[in-house]
């Protein structure tokens, strides 16, 4: 490049750079600071061509998803041959660059390491991912590389390791956002950012103003919205037209510039450090395979080809720069399917850059202007396809080096390709837009054309850029609403290639994905498929499909919303025969592979998980009884319950609160329903756990009492644990004094609490029923306390889960409320009672009402005649028309069953060692039958056989 | 002349800088434009140095450059020009400033309104004339609409969506066929037609969407510029401070508005509408819209208080005062949101500074004026 032209001198008019060239002058007027300075940089700009021209090793500057910088990579390839291409990409991921024919463009290369090790990141699962689209530089040298024979790929920057190593440094820095960064920044990328989850993001080429007021100043000066849009306009159209050398110096030119511009810091100083590397690599390379320096390429960002730094250069030493050790970290390799708007949202490029991008280039490609590169068995849409182009017109042929100056004052040539191509662009949005409720017609085509060419002329573009065809299409087809659920700016990226989603291959999955698409195959799930997929399974038809239905079920818990299931269940004792899922794993894809990076199957990967669980730090009894129900559900492993179980038992003992009792209780008696339920009888874990509860449980069980954290369900739930395992737990050596003391210690001042403790003081036979009794109606009778008697009623509905004995009493102490109270207590009082008992005691109300439909009378006419049962027991007398007969004890055919053949109860008393009176005189046979005794009799009167067999069965008669 | 009006269209106030735009102007022009659409531009958004001008042209509208671009292509090519938004987003100054530009002539314009017929739009009769002399042009009284086109000049439609859905209707013709015919009168004489550069810009309010809708005829007939609330902070406080030096121009009033209290203004506003977006009911918001105009306004209030009133020194406490007398519109609900701001959001910013900041005196003083109204 000239100094003339470089510094402006070249007139000014139709020529292609003269706008960029303008804004570049005026970007290095702006910042340059001192007032002379503006004239050193544009030297020093020339310099950087100069000094990157007289490289041996051919320097090819690129810009990431520049289009004209993949035309020139592959017009320069073909003329070139050379026979070592060096890239700027991280050298350990070279080796996935082979896979990338069996997928689907674009995907990432990804590292992943789960537990970095002497990283100064903060903990957590690494991630680094450099994408790879079709419209890129890069793929075309990649793509020469692998398919040339005896062409040597060599990839040259800092392994990921370094990237983590040096990114301490950056983040040191005062500024580390722009380029490389985690994605998921823009809006409306939510999705996008989850193709690339929480990755780092690294890319070749990145070229973009180092500091914010610089990228203002020139969006503002180039009257453009986006980086994107600027780059497209000042850099991307002239050069795509541009010779090889024309394009290597404007290249180098712009990377100088904001390499000149851009303030020292921690990031630059990485970057240099980075061209060290890259350089001492390539110096190895040529040392030791003796490759000609002329014979290689070394494709970089167009920011790394202006390298002021001494070591960047082919015949430069090493000058003292030593590559630091990796550290310990254990890193994974793996490809990730990508998308352009993942892309986009990761690099933060404007919304539809890349797929912008994507489109020029295949328009390139179609117009044969270009013979790409592409590698053999590449799947995708690629308009190279299958298509070979002319050879003759592909290449065009070189001007003579050093003749920028005679390019620069050609004019503008214009594509007649443009303008059908615009035309064609109107015409399919309209359509698109009627398609989405649109009131757009053959006008609005016409408008929109117009408009473009508009918007194109005052914005100083030689044609219409597809910006300038969005806004023009916003301005003319959108109204006040938006009739769907596209907007046309949606529309607009939708037309211009949209956004395409890449996909990895079967055989560049690793084994788990390939094991997890082996085995759904029977369901005939196609893991290639971006859709959601409905699988129906019926085991009892095909019982065969169990294993593949449990394969869900495991992905399920290991990969969460990729296959959800609809219908179906898969829990402790329930599993259904009948199953209906929605998978969606072509979609999320990435989460399937990088599940690949945890295990080889999803079995090992699953077990892992659980374990992890139960020895996290923060592991509760009940989360560990959670893995343990997982491994018994999904695993149907023994002894890894076992292990799990025995965890559960340890982190019970170390609790210091009762926090997670409910659901501590919940989840043990489903497992021991559970053990009971298969005939198995109680795993020694469990024997232990319900020792250690029971224990933990009573010692804990006074303070829970006292202390006002612990709500009165956990209580509840302590008791109920306490009681309905005291029988497993007596018979396995523990001592009920324990409960005895521990009851009798507590002093709980909630009344709901009080409540709860007068049943379990009940339960324990330390308090009557009477005295239950006698204690609410003095509850009842005192004013003061009345208000809080909604307390303890839900203290006692609590009581239910522990003491369900308790539910007719519960009736009574309700009932007597209402009928006690006078109206202008109990009115005031009702609400407060309803929000209580919905508050605290939900779960018990269904035994509560159960128990009232019993006790109640069904019908409204049987009130009047009807007595409360407690009433009834009170009675002095006993003999109203509804109380129970004398003598006939408990009542019922059970009963009398027993006073007829005293002898047995009496052996069976006497073997207790307990003197039992009967309560009626008459030995029983000859007493009054009830109803209920006399059809019982009747009925095994007339079905003889029964009895008799039930007798033989007994012994002899 | 501008000495004698109380406020000058923009292609008076501006005339000089109009005048000279024209005489440099050597792009090309659509029909009878007086500037070039990139002149257009420079008008609107000012000059830049890379319009290679010599003088630098003020800007005058501020906002996003799309959307003038995008307005000032829709004015070239066949359609109207529909520009909506929220009340206070300064449409109409747009307006006003496209139609100085294009055509030396802001003030055609029809006010939308539900008294506004079919005769606001077309044409009506000097009724003593037409008794004298009978149905002649001379005794036609064309509307702002027709004379624009009679001139190839730019109507203006303020308030579009205001007037009734029949009245509307009626500048479909105007807009597809470019010409009103006059049956009163002989043929011949009877068709007034547009001449090149005729173009029509109306506002529509999106707050009154629901009240009179375009029929999709009408929008048809119509591009669309959606004209969003500013939010971002720095082009704000430019707008405000650039309408307020106007203001004071206009009242002859030399009084500094402190940058302090600026801030303080702009920040309440921000405040005040991030707690409209988060409320979930209409009682919970406030009636204003919160725009830039409003913020204007209070301003203006603040200052005409000062300068009359005061000691011609803008304080915090008058500052608050306005701000809560422009915006308490309905009582007691505006009130109480504002009380719950003043406590909730100013208290704690006043216990933040140390007594030196202007927000303990905003504080007092709106707490005050909430008194004074409750």
């Given at each position: ?7 402006g ?5 139709a ?11 005026e970007a290095?007027d ?9 004239a050193?940089?544009l030297?020093?700009m ?6 990157a021209?007289?490289e041996?090793?051919?320097v090819f500057?690129?810009?990431?998803h520049?289009?004209a ?6 017009r ?7 026979k ?12 996935l660059?082979?896979?990338?024919r ?19 990141s903060?903990g ?9 689209t079709?419209?890129s530089?890069?793929?075309?040298a ?15 920057d800092?392994?990921?390791d370094?990237v983590?190593?040096w990114?301490?440094?950056?983040q ?23 193709l690339?989850?929480g990755?780092v993001?690294?890319?070749?080429g ?11 100043h020139l969006?503002?000066r ?12 000042y850099?991307?159209?002239p ?15 712009i990377?100088?510039?904001f ?8 990031r630059?100083?990485v970057?240099e450090d980075r061209e ?9 390379h ?17 920011f790394h080809?202006?390298?002021?730094v001494?070591?960047?250069s082919?015949?430069a030493?090493d ?15 793996g490809l990730?399917?990508?998308s ?8 933060s490029?404007?919304?539809?850059a890349v ?14 202007t ?6 053999k ?9 299958g298509?070979?182009?002319a050879?003759?017109?592909?290449v ?12 620069l004052s ?7 390709l443009d ?6 662009w ?14 757009s017609s ?9 408009t ?6 005052m914005r100083?573009?030689?044609r219409?850029?597809p ?9 003319c ?5 938006v ?7 949606r ?8 956004d ?7 055989h560049s999955?690793?084994?788990?994905a390939?094991d997890v698409?082996?085995r ?7 893991l ?15 019982p ?6 449990m394969l869900?079920?495991?992905?399920r ?6 296959v ?6 898969c829990?402790l ?10 998978v969606?794993?072509?979609r ?9 990076y945890?295990g080889?199957?999803?079995?090992q990967v699953?077990?892992?998980r659980?374990?992890?669980?139960a ?14 129900e997982d491994a ?8 890894l ?5 025995r965890?559960?038992v340890?982190v ?15 989840r ?10 298969t005939?198995?009888?109680?795993p020694?874990?469990c024997?232990?756990f ?9 010692t ?5 009492f006292a ?14 644990f306490l009681f309905?395992?005291?029988s497993?737990a007596?018979?396995?050596?523990c001592?009920r004094?324990q409960?005895e003391l ?10 709901a ?6 049943a379990a ?6 308090l009557t ?10 509850l009842?009778?005192n004013?003061l306390?009345v208000?809080s ?7 006692f509905a609590?009581?239910?889960?522990p003491v369900?004995e308790l ?5 009574e ?10 109206d202008?207590?109990?009115l005031?009082w ?8 919905r ?7 269904a ?9 109640f009378?069904?019908?409204?006419g ?5 007595t ?10 006993g003999?109203?028309p ?24 009496d052996?069976?008393a ?8 009967w309560?009626s ?14 059809e019982?009799?009747?009925l095994v009167?007339r079905?003889p056989a ?5 007798a ?6 | 002349m ?5 406020r ?5 106030e ?7 735009l024209?005489s ?9 434009w ?9 008008f ?12 630098e ?5 501020f ?5 003038v671009?995008r ?5 070239a090519?066949?359609?109207g020009?529909?520009?909506i ?5 300064g ?20 006010q939308?309104?539900a008294?506004t017929?079919e ?6 009769w ?6 004298a ?11 702002p609409?027709?004379t ?8 203006r439609?303020e308030?579009l969506?205001r ?8 500048l ?13 009168l002989?043929s ?7 001449k090149?550069g ?7 309010n ?5 009240v009179?809708d ?5 929008k ?8 969003p609330?500013?939010s971002n ?5 430019e ?5 307020t ?8 009033i030399s009084?500094e ?7 303080v203004?702009l920040?309440?506003?921000t405040?005040?509408?991030?707690a ?18 409003e ?12 300068h009359?009133f005061?000691?011609?020194t803008?304080?915090?406490r008058t500052l ?11 009582t ?13 959001v100013v ?8 007594g ?7 504080l007092?003083g ?9």
């Amino acid at each position: 490049m000239s100094t003339a032209a470089a510094n402006g001198g070249a007139p000014a008019g139709a020529a292609p750079f003269t706008p960029l060239r303008e804004r570049l002058r005026e970007a290095a007027d702006e910042f340059a600071g001192a007032p002379g300075a503006a004239a050193d940089i544009l030297a020093g700009m020339v310099d950087d061509v100069d000094r990157a021209l007289r490289e041996p090793v051919e320097v090819f500057p690129v810009a990431h998803h520049s289009p004209a910088a993949a035309l020139a990579m592959a017009r320069r390839l073909r003329e070139k041959r050379p026979k070592a291409v060096f890239v700027e990409l991280c050298e350990d991921l070279a080796p996935l660059l082979d896979e990338l024919r069996n997928c689907k463009l674009p995907v990432a290369l990804q590292a992943f390491a789960s537990e970095p090790e002497g990283l100064p990141s903060k903990g957590g699962p690494l991630s680094v991912i450099a994408p790879i689209t079709e419209a890129s530089a890069e793929y075309q040298a990649i793509a020469y590389a692998l398919e040339t024979p005896g062409v040597e790929l060599v990839a040259v920057d800092r392994s990921v390791d370094l990237v983590f190593q040096w990114d301490a440094a950056r983040q040191a820095g005062p500024e580390g956002e722009s380029g490389e960064q985690g994605g998921g920044s823009g809006d409306g990328a939510a999705e996008a950012a989850g193709l690339h989850g929480g990755a780092v993001g690294v890319e070749i080429g990145d070229l973009r103003p180092r500091f914010a007021d610089l990228e203002e100043h020139l969006l503002h000066r180039g009257r453009v919205r986006h980086w994107s849009e600027w780059w497209d306009q000042y850099v991307e159209q002239p050069l795509a037209r541009a010779d090889h050398d024309t394009y290597r110096q404007v290249m180098v030119a712009i990377g100088g510039l904001f390499r000149r511009l851009s303030p020292r810091n921690a990031r630059l100083a990485v970057d240099e450090d980075r061209e060290r590397h890259m350089w001492r690599r390539i110096r190895e390379h040529l040392a030791a395979t003796g490759t000609d320096p002329a014979d290689s390429v070394f494709v970089c960002g167009a920011f790394h080809s202006a390298s002021p730094v001494q070591e960047a250069s082919s015949t430069a030493g090493d000058g003292g720069f030593t590559i630091p050790p990796p550290t310990g970290t254990d890193w994974l390799y793996g490809l990730i399917p990508s998308s352009n708007s993942a892309i986009e949202a990761q690099f933060s490029l404007a919304q539809g850059a890349v797929s912008v991008a994507s489109a020029t280039w295949s328009k390139h490609v179609s117009a044969r202007t270009v013979r790409p590169f592409r590698l053999k068995g590449q799947k995708g849409t690629g308009a190279a396809g299958g298509r070979s182009a002319a050879p003759a017109a592909a290449v065009p042929t070189p001007p003579d080096p050093g003749r920028l100056s005679g390019f620069l004052s050609a004019p503008p040539e214009l594509d007649p390709l443009d303008e059908a191509e615009l035309r064609t662009w109107c015409v399919d949005l309209v359509r698109l837009a009627r398609r989405n409720g649109y009131a757009s017609s053959t006008a609005d085509a016409i408008a929109v054309y117009e408009t473009s060419v508009l918007l194109a002329g005052m914005r100083d573009r030689a044609r219409p850029t597809p910006y300038d065809f969005q806004d023009a299409a916003v301005t003319c087809i959108e109204k006040d609403t938006v009739p769907g659920r596209r907007d046309v700016r949606r529309l607009c990226e939708i037309l211009l290639g949209g956004d395409r989603v890449g996909s990895v291959g079967y055989h560049s999955m690793p084994p788990l994905a390939r094991d997890v698409a082996d085995r759904l195959e029977p369901l005939g799930v196609d893991l290639g498929k971006r859709t959601v997929q409905r699988i129906l399974i019926d085991l009892r038809a095909e019982p065969e499909l169990a294993p593949a239905s449990m394969l869900l079920w495991r992905l399920r818990r290991v990969l969460g919303d990729a296959v959800r299931p609809i219908a179906g269940a898969c829990a402790l004792g329930d599993r259904s025969v009948q199953e209906s899922w929605d998978v969606s794993l072509g979609r999320d894809q990435r989460s399937l592979i990088e599940l690949g990076y945890e295990g080889v199957t999803v079995e090992q990967v699953l077990e892992q998980r659980l374990r992890r669980a139960a020895w996290d730090p923060k592991a509760t009894a009940a989360s560990v009884l959670a893995a343990a129900e997982d491994a018994i559900v999904l695993l149907d492993s023994p002894a890894l319950v076992a292990e799990l179980g025995r965890r559960a038992v340890e982190v019970l003992a170390s609790e210091r609160t009762a926090d997670g009792a409910p659901e501590v209780l919940r989840r043990f008696r489903a497992l021991v329903a559970h053990f009971r339920g298969t005939g198995a009888g109680l795993p020694a874990w469990c024997e232990a756990f319900v020792k250690a509860g029971y224990a933990h449980y009573c010692t804990l069980l006074p303070r829970a009492f006292a202390e006002e954290e612990a709500g009165v369900g956990q209580v509840a739930a302590m008791l109920s644990f306490l009681f309905s395992l005291e029988s497993t737990a007596l018979a396995l050596g523990c001592d009920r004094d324990q409960l005895e003391l521990a009851v009798a210690q507590s002093h709980p001042e909630d009344a709901a609490k009080v409540a709860l403790l007068w049943a379990a003081r009940h339960r324990l036979g330390a308090l009557t029923r009477d005295e239950l009794r006698a204690r609410c109606a003095e509850l009842l009778d005192n004013p003061l306390v009345v208000p809080s008697y909604p307390r303890y009623l839900s203290g006692f509905a609590q009581a239910l889960g522990p003491v369900p004995e308790l539910a007719p009493f519960v009736v009574e102490a309700v009932s007597e409320a209402f009928a006690r109270l006078p109206d202008r207590v109990l009115l005031p009082w009702l609400p407060v009672l309803v929000e209580t008992l919905r508050k605290d005691a939900g779960p018990m109300m269904a035994a509560l009402v159960r128990e009232a439909g019993r006790t109640f009378p069904g019908r409204l006419g049987a009130l009047d005649a009807w007595t409360p049962p407690w009433a009834r027991a009170q009675g002095p007398g006993g003999d109203g028309p509804g109380a129970a007969p004398p003598g006939s004890g408990g009542g019922g055919p059970a009963a009398e069953l027993l006073d007829r053949h005293r002898a047995s109860g009496d052996a069976v008393a006497a073997v207790l060692g307990v003197e039992g009176v009967w309560s009626s005189p008459g030995a029983g046979e000859g007493g009054d039958a009830s109803p209920g005794a006399q059809e019982a009799a009747a009925l095994v009167g007339r079905h003889p056989a029964a009895a008799a067999a039930v007798a033989a069965l007994i012994g002899p008669a | 002349m501008t000495d004698q009006m109380l406020r000058a269209p923009a292609e008076v106030e501006y005339a000089q800088e109009l005048a000279w735009l024209e005489s440099v102007d050597d792009g090309p022009k659509p029909f009878t434009w007086r500037l070039s659409p990139k002149m257009v531009r420079a008008f609107v958004l000012g000059s830049e140095p890379g319009d290679g001008l010599d003088r630098e042209i003020s800007q005058k509208w501020f906002g996003d450059r799309t959307f003038v671009e995008r307005a000032i292509v829709t004015l070239a090519s066949d359609r109207g020009l529909l520009l909506i938004g929220d009340p206070g987003t300064g449409k109409s100054w747009l307006a006003e400033l496209l139609a100085a530009a294009v055509c030396g002539d802001s003030t055609l314009v029809v006010q939308g309104t539900a008294g506004t017929t079919e005769d606001h739009i077309k044409y009506s009769w000097n009724v003593s004339m037409v008794i004298a002399k009978g149905q002649s042009r001379e005794a036609l009284i064309p509307s702002p609409i027709m004379t624009a086109m009679e001139r190839g000049a730019v109507g203006r439609f303020e308030e579009l969506t205001r007037s009734t859905s029949d009245v509307q209707d009626a500048l479909i013709s105007i807009l597809s066929e470019k010409y009103v015919s006059i049956p009163e009168l002989n043929s011949g004489d009877n068709t007034v037609f547009a001449k090149p550069g005729f173009a029509v810009i109306a506002t529509a309010n999106s707050r009154d969407k629901g009240v009179n809708d375009l029929s999709s005829a009408l929008k048809r007939r119509f591009n669309f510029v959606k004209i969003p609330v500013v939010s971002n902070r720095r082009s704000e406080a430019e707008i405000v401070r650039f309408r307020t030096t106007e203001l004071l121009r206009r009242h002859d009033i030399s009084l500094e508005v402190p940058p302090s209290l600026l801030d303080v203004l702009l920040q309440s506003f921000t405040d005040l509408r991030a707690a409209s977006a988060a409320a979930s009911g209409d009682d919970e918001r406030l009636e204003s819209a919160l725009s830039t105009a409003e913020q204007i306004g209070v301003l203006e209030d603040a200052i005409l208080h000062s300068h009359f009133f005061g000691d011609s020194t803008l304080r915090a406490r008058t500052l608050a005062g306005s701000l809560v007398g422009s915006l308490a519109r309905r009582t007691p609900e505006d009130l109480a949101i504002l009380n719950k701001f003043w406590h909730g959001v100013v208290e704690p910013r006043g216990a933040d500074e140390d007594g030196a900041g202007p927000w303990q005196e905003f504080l007092e003083g709106g707490k005050q004026a909430i008194e004074a109204l409750s």
